[in-house]
């Protein structure tokens, strides 16, 4: 089953339970949002879920686009994307969880073709401030999918104030063995489909205090779920790399964990800019730069002849078309290559300096200044050259 096709079997299920889709949004938050990138389908409707009624009614489902920085150290083990799309729903005060994850079962078991027995929960286990989510608990019981209780792992925010909830997650087994242990012991099981009931909010002090609504915010990992289904070991061989697959070793010979890296983090790279940001030395340009960069210096490890120039069109417009970006893959094809020539420019004025005796011993925190604000050499950028 390819993602198109998962995507369209999500969405018709929920429609069929009166829920409306909602468009994406872009990976931009709104202005005044102190998140730098949309984390989370939840993310735009968070004004709703604080109780501002949605134009379209209390049941939502979409396909919203995501970005994490937080799992870039991550990024190239089996799970982990730095743009991903989640597929979500939503009760805004309207249904309660266990009807959430009743209906979760279903659609993997029965509309997807998971077997059952390759299931695993999560519930939230309580703490001093809220009880243990008995609901949840008693409704994965009934459906005979075996369940961990945790506390941490089962708590979900968006950040440290404002709307979260204990969650239910489920896992699917991902091991040639039949499962054994359970998520928090053994990785093999992997984390698809969360169900967070939405019901508090954090504030400053810390303390809990109830949303004016109880909702239900669900988000499925798309290409977790495809890569699983399509019996693939890893995100990087579902069927959305195909065209990174089939291009990029043939153009660039570099061993499995590279190769990885440069398919998450270029495309994500180009799926920044098919959103507007441009590369720059603060937030999300920055981030933005650090992926190209990353990528650059793996490619000119041991081949500084390559270059982004190499990239056939189709990589780039696969990639836009794919998210529904209405860009010219020529100017994004334009930005990278101005954004490479730049880091090279970098580089080697770099090295120039870094040459000097006074770089030669250790360096000072005041040489770490000196060379960011004189020079525009970036403190994780001195390091790696003084390591060449
Ligand atoms: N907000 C939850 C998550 O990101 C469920 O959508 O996992």
Redesign the pocket.
């Known amino acids: 089953m390819n993602t198109e096709k998962i995507v369209r079997t999500f969405v018709e299920y929920f429609q069929e339970r009166d829920h409306r889709r909602i468009t994406g949004s872009t990976l931009l938050p709104p202005p005044g949002d102190s998140v730098l990138f949309t984390t ?3 993310h735009p409707l968070t004004p709703y879920l604080e109780g501002r009624p949605h134009p379209l009614g209390r049941r939502l489902v979409n396909v919203q686009r995501c970005l994490r920085t937080t799992d870039l150290e991550e990024v190239g083990d089996a799970t982990h994307l730095t743009v991903f799309e ?1 597929l ?1 729903t939503w009760s805004l005060g309207d249904y309660e969880g266990s009807l959430s994850l009743d209906w979760g079962y279903r659609l993997l078991t029965d509309g997807l073709g998971v077997d059952p027995g390759l299931l695993h929960a999560t519930v939230y286990g309580g703490d001093d401030q809220t009880g243990p989510d008995t609901a949840s608990l008693q409704l994965w019981q009934d459906l005979g999918v075996p369940v961990e209780l945790t506390v941490e792992d089962n708590w ?1 925010s968006n950040g440290p104030v404002g709307p979260c909830g204990p969650d239910s997650e489920i896992f699917l087994w991902s091991g040639d063995t039949p499962p054994q242990s359970t998520p928090t012991r053994d990785d093999r099981w992997v984390e698809v489909w ?1 169900h ?1 009931m939405m019901r508090h909010r954090r504030l400053e002090d810390g303390s809990l205090v109830p949303l004016p609504q109880r909702n239900v ?3 499925l990992g798309l290409e977790r779920l495809a890569s699983l289904l399509q019996g693939q070991s890893s995100v990087f061989e579902c069927d959305v790399f195909d065209p990174w697959r089939r291009i990029v070793p043939a153009l660039w010979p570099l061993d499995e964990p590279s190769l990885r890296l440069v398919y998450d983090h270029l495309r994500s790279a180009i799926v920044v800019l098919g959103d507007g940001v441009r590369p720059a030395n603060t937030g999300r340009g920055y981030v933005l730069r650090r992926l190209l960069r990353r990528v650059l210096t793996v490619l000119w490890r041991d081949d500084p002849s390559r270059g982004l120039g190499d990239l056939p069109d189709e990589l780039v417009s696969h990639t836009l078309d794919h998210f529904r970006q209405k860009v010219d893959p020529s100017d994004v094809r334009r930005l990278l290559l101005e954004e490479e020539c730049r880091f090279s420019r970098l580089l080697e004025r770099g090295r120039q300096v870094l040459a000097r005796s006074r770089f030669q011993g250790p360096l000072k925190d005041e040489d770490f200044q000196y060379l960011h604000d004189t020079h525009g050499l970036p403190r994780d950028l001195v390091t790696s050259l003084r390591q060449e």
Request: glycine residues 28%; negative net charge; hydrophobic residues 35%.
């Open positions: 989370s389908g939840m989640m979500g979900w969360n967070v915010d669900t988000g």
